[in-house]
């Protein structure tokens, strides 16, 4: 949906419930377009990768085992 800044700013609730649905609101203000959209929940600093990661492999313990670390261990 396009809009001038001065229809956005008089009818904000109404283009928060837009966004807040999913619409894409492009703002236009001398010469230059703005993008106001719902922000997607994220799930964490790694929520990009849920559901990609096969974690059925892995071995128990420590991926790299005790007497490799030497000093580092104690």
């Known amino acids: 949906m396009k809009t001038n800044i001065r229809a956005f700013q008089r009818d ?3 283009m928060r419930r837009l966004a807040a649905a999913g619409t894409v609101i492009i ?8 993008e106001f959209r719902r922000r997607r929940a994220g799930t964490g600093v790694l929520g990009c990768m849920t559901g990609r990661a096969k ?10 085992p005790l007497e490799e670390w030497g000093a580092l261990a104690q």
Do not use: C
């Open 12 to 14: 904000f609730p109404r």
């Open 55 to 64: 974690l059925g492999k892995l071995r128990d313990g420590p991926a790299i």
């Open 27 to 34: 703002v236009e203000s001398e010469g230059q377009s703005f």
